[in-house]
């Protein structure tokens, strides 16, 4: 399918005055503030709040080494007796809370869900496995909060990345019970050989180089590349929870979910797949702008509300 007709104005109009400056040739806080001017759409005083909550409410979690993190939890006026811990994307370095705040309440709102969304520590200032073991941390605090609720991890990119770890170290670790995981556009090849064999490296709002200067930051020892927590394809997925992976067919990273869905058949565990014909990496976090890629966002919660609703009557 081509790329989508708005999208490409988009691009094209960002490549007006040349080439988008790669995130290599920034500073850290240069890349995060460039990721929150694309992400954080100021709202019109007339538009409606398609997903009204009942609370929002920013919260502290105690992580491993007793470091308080962030967190935001969005309860909405519907209720399916769910809970969602939600991790950002952003190559594990931008995006924050207030990035994701949209998506946030699209999740809670559409699957009746309280929503824990965790403002982990980034790197570089603080590398794997830092972010990864606050993600461990949060999801064990939702779990204490809301012990009656059905627990599921969701995350985009980065995040959809360490949400797999946390399920990882949930199963291995005593962790809280996870009835299912979403993870739309994941990284899980830190060699990224996958992603550099593609047809869209480069100029589709993500690039193979960006990705590299991404891994760089999280994971800046090489001996830890090979983690399983990081080198996802080649970690043990047995006794997951079932599993629901987008793509994006103009993302670097399209192949790698693909093939990280047929691992996860390989391993025993359910797993669904929802492409993106003619979109690009980040899709979700541009339902406003982009009509596809809202409804494509729609068919995501749909093929995930049907995976948590079957998952219910099978333990009911």
């Keep these: 399918m081509p790329l989508d007709r708005i999208l490409r104005s988009l691009i094209a109009w960002q490549r007006a005055d040349g080439a988008p400056t790669p995130l290599r040739a920034l500073s850290v806080e240069q890349a995060r503030e460039r990721y929150r001017e694309s992400a954080i759409r100021p709202r019109r ?9 009942l609370s929002v409410v920013d919260e502290k979690i105690d992580s491993s080494d007793s470091t308080p993190v962030g967190s935001r939890v969005y309860t909405p006026r519907s209720d399916a007796g769910r809970v ?50 606050d993600a461990i ?61 593609g047809a869209h490296t480069d100029g589709y709002l993500l690039s193979v180089d960006d990705l590299t200067w991404c891994y760089e930051q999280y994971v800046p020892d090489p001996r830890h590349r090979s983690d399983p927590a990081v080198d996802l394809l080649h970690a043990d997925l047995t006794c997951l929870p079932p599993t629901v992976v987008a793509t994006a067919e103009f993302d670097p990273l399209q192949r790698e979910g693909e093939l990280l869905v047929e691992k996860l058949r390989a391993d025993g565990v359910p797993a669904r797949h929802v492409p993106g014909p003619g979109l690009v990496h980040g899709s979700f976090l541009i339902q406003d702008i982009v009509p596809a890629a809202a409804a494509n966002a729609r068919q995501v919660i749909q093929e995930f509300d049907a995976v948590l609703t079957g998952a219910r009557r099978n333990t009911a």
Excluded: K
Aim: glycine share 8%; charged share 20%; proline share 10%.
């Design 45 to 53: 005083r007339d538009d409606a709040d398609p997903y009204p909550m």
């Design 137 to 197: 941390s949060a999801a064990r605090w939702t779990s204490r909060m809301f012990p009656d609720r059905y627990h599921v991890l969701t995350g985009d990119s980065a995040g959809a990345q360490l949400a797999l770890g946390v399920a990882l170290d949930a199963r291995d670790n005593d962790g809280p019970p996870i009835a299912a995981l979403l993870l739309m556009y994941p990284p899980v090849d830190p060699s990224l050989r996958i992603a550099a064999a």
């Design 84 to 133: 969602i811990t939600y991790l950002h994307g952003g190559g594990w370095v931008t995006g924050d809370l207030d990035t994701h705040d949209v998506a946030c309440r699209m999740l809670a709102g559409s699957l009746g869900a309280v929503v824990v969304s965790v403002d982990y520590r980034r790197a570089p200032e603080f590398p794997y496995p830092t972010p990864l073991q």
